[in-house]
């Protein structure tokens, strides 16, 4: 049995230096020791977009990308799906494991009673332009929260982080609504403490003139397996930028703010609004090989599909495909199934797609239920946020737990110009 270290021989002293190996990984600070001569300052590694770096040790989420397989804290994310509630996943990811009775009962009480936000939120919300994109005033109203709570600065205050644990996963489903209905210039329909934490987001939603709102509930069961897929996904974009922020010991509601931004983007939460766009543009199936075509020559990708870590079906795609019909017995059937159905099995099919091993993913699928449960499409990368604040908030917890997480600060290759002198204006 060899030994776990790698040797260096760096070739340009002639010097062998013996690195430990752990868990498949070298230390980038066990290369500083490599250097030419006393005053160098030693080797770096060089990974744009962090594709081989891991920046942390977790022990929320595994992803083996290779095999699509997900699991929250150990538990496949199917069994998830298919047995737990949603606060109860959300128990289980923030906490690590899945809760006693007693402590659900406590939870979803804890949950239910921070529903509320300040009625001076509402006055913020009312200040922004009508057809303002409900993302936008989601990240906007979550940073304003930190305003209302200055006590969340006290991010090593151990009472501290749980109430903001509480508050902040209690009210994310609020502001998303409060965003939509400002959208529509509806009057805010505010939390119903009768009613489950997916129930309440529907009543928040889309509550009119009665006197109770009566959730449906395969529509509500759907929203909670789409919320319970989306919980968590390790280091992506936006929970990298979680923790970055979160290492410079800001307080977590500009961190979620900040991590909502980087989810917004078209590559990461932003691709399932981009997705039922595309459906739309295709317009029917007999389009779709010329559509491919056009996907092919590089000019556009196929939204929805393709995985930074997954280089095969992505398991959560897998569910939401294989309970759409569910939904669409209550909902009636979106046209635009029938076009992602075939764009998929016509992608499938291609080479282009087999080689670069890209296959869909969470949002392929997750628009055309978000659009069937009626929920627009300007909402939909909204509705990838609230459940993913509570990966946000568990990973943050975890990293202020790390005594090894310091403030995140990578380094760089400098390549502009060497020094020069400045020189006056007239003589430029
Ligand atoms: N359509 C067409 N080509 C693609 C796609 C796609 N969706 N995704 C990747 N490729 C090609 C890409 O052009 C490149 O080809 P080549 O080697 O010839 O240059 C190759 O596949 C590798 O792509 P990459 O950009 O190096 O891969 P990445 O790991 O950096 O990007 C991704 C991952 C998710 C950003 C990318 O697959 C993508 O843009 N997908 C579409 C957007 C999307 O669906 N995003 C949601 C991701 S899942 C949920 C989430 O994270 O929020």
């Given at each position: 049995m060899g030994k776990d270290t790698f040797t260096i021989i760096d070739n340009r002293t002639g010097k062998s230096y013996e690195i430990p190996v752990t868990d498949d990984t070298i230390r980038a600070?066990?290369?500083?020791?490599?250097?030419?001569?006393?005053d160098d300052f030693g080797v770096m590694s060089y990974d744009p977009a962090f594709?081989?770096?891991?920046?942390t040790r977790s022990k929320i989420t595994f992803i083996d990308g290779a095999k699509g397989i997900l699991r929250y804290r150990g538990y496949p994310i199917e069994e998830i799906a298919e047995n737990a509630t949603y606060l109860e996943a959300a128990y289980l990811v923030l906490f690590g494991e899945l809760p006693t009775r007693e402590q659900y009962e406590k939870w979803v009480y804890d949950i239910t009673h921070h529903t509320m936000i300040h009625e001076n939120m509402r006055q913020f919300l009312d200040?922004?332009?009508?057809?303002?994109h409900p993302m936008g005033m989601f990240i906007s109203t979550v940073a304003a929260e930190s305003t209302f709570y200055p006590e969340a600065k006290n991010v090593f205050d151990p009472e501290s982080v749980e109430l903001q644990t509480r508050r902040l996963v209690a009210k994310v489903p609020t502001i998303a609504a409060f965003s939509y209905r400002h959208s529509l210039g509806l009057r805010y329909s505010y939390p119903d403490n009768d009613l489950s934490y997916v129930g309440n987001f529907l009543n928040m939603m889309f509550k009119m003139t009665e006197l109770k709102y009566k959730p449906n509930p395969i529509i509500e069961r759907a929203l909670e397996i789409l919320w319970i897929l989306h919980i968590d996904h390790e280091q992506n974009c936006s929970t990298t930028t979680m923790r970055v922020i979160g290492s410079?010991?800001?307080?977590p509601y500009v961190a979620v703010a900040g991590a909502a931004a980087a989810l917004s983007g078209p590559l990461h939460g932003g691709a399932n609004e981009r997705v039922l766009r595309m459906l739309k543009r295709i317009?029917?199936?007999?389009n779709i090989p010329e559509y491919l075509k056009y996907v092919e020559s590089g000019k556009e990708r196929l939204m929805g599909f393709g995985h930074r870590v997954y280089k095969n079906y992505d398991p959560r795609a897998r569910i939401i495909k294989n309970f759409a019909h569910e939904v669409f017995k209550v909902t009636g059937k979106n046209p635009m199934l029938d076009i992602a159905l075939e764009l998929e099995k016509r992608a499938l099919n291609e080479e282009y797609f087999a080689k670069r091993k890209l296959y869909p993913n969470v949002d392929f699928y997750s628009g055309i239920i978000y659009q069937a449960l009626g929920i627009p499409t300007e909402m939909f990368t909204v509705m990838f946020a609230i459940p993913r604040t509570v990966g946000w908030v568990a990973q943050w917890r975890e990293m202020l737990a790390d005594p090894e997480q310091k403030i995140a600060r990578p380094r760089q290759i400098y390549d502009g110009p060497g020094e020069r002198h400045f020189v006056p204006m007239d003589e430029r």
């Amino acid at each position: 049995m060899g030994k776990d270290t790698f040797t260096i021989i760096d070739n340009r002293t002639g010097k062998s230096y013996e690195i430990p190996v752990t868990d498949d990984t070298i230390r980038a600070m066990d290369l500083r020791q490599i250097k030419v001569n006393e005053d160098d300052f030693g080797v770096m590694s060089y990974d744009p977009a962090f594709k081989n770096t891991a920046s942390t040790r977790s022990k929320i989420t595994f992803i083996d990308g290779a095999k699509g397989i997900l699991r929250y804290r150990g538990y496949p994310i199917e069994e998830i799906a298919e047995n737990a509630t949603y606060l109860e996943a959300a128990y289980l990811v923030l906490f690590g494991e899945l809760p006693t009775r007693e402590q659900y009962e406590k939870w979803v009480y804890d949950i239910t009673h921070h529903t509320m936000i300040h009625e001076n939120m509402r006055q913020f919300l009312d200040g922004f332009r009508y057809d303002a994109h409900p993302m936008g005033m989601f990240i906007s109203t979550v940073a304003a929260e930190s305003t209302f709570y200055p006590e969340a600065k006290n991010v090593f205050d151990p009472e501290s982080v749980e109430l903001q644990t509480r508050r902040l996963v209690a009210k994310v489903p609020t502001i998303a609504a409060f965003s939509y209905r400002h959208s529509l210039g509806l009057r805010y329909s505010y939390p119903d403490n009768d009613l489950s934490y997916v129930g309440n987001f529907l009543n928040m939603m889309f509550k009119m003139t009665e006197l109770k709102y009566k959730p449906n509930p395969i529509i509500e069961r759907a929203l909670e397996i789409l919320w319970i897929l989306h919980i968590d996904h390790e280091q992506n974009c936006s929970t990298t930028t979680m923790r970055v922020i979160g290492s410079a010991q800001a307080d977590p509601y500009v961190a979620v703010a900040g991590a909502a931004a980087a989810l917004s983007g078209p590559l990461h939460g932003g691709a399932n609004e981009r997705v039922l766009r595309m459906l739309k543009r295709i317009g029917s199936v007999e389009n779709i090989p010329e559509y491919l075509k056009y996907v092919e020559s590089g000019k556009e990708r196929l939204m929805g599909f393709g995985h930074r870590v997954y280089k095969n079906y992505d398991p959560r795609a897998r569910i939401i495909k294989n309970f759409a019909h569910e939904v669409f017995k209550v909902t009636g059937k979106n046209p635009m199934l029938d076009i992602a159905l075939e764009l998929e099995k016509r992608a499938l099919n291609e080479e282009y797609f087999a080689k670069r091993k890209l296959y869909p993913n969470v949002d392929f699928y997750s628009g055309i239920i978000y659009q069937a449960l009626g929920i627009p499409t300007e909402m939909f990368t909204v509705m990838f946020a609230i459940p993913r604040t509570v990966g946000w908030v568990a990973q943050w917890r975890e990293m202020l737990a790390d005594p090894e997480q310091k403030i995140a600060r990578p380094r760089q290759i400098y390549d502009g110009p060497g020094e020069r002198h400045f020189v006056p204006m007239d003589e430029r």
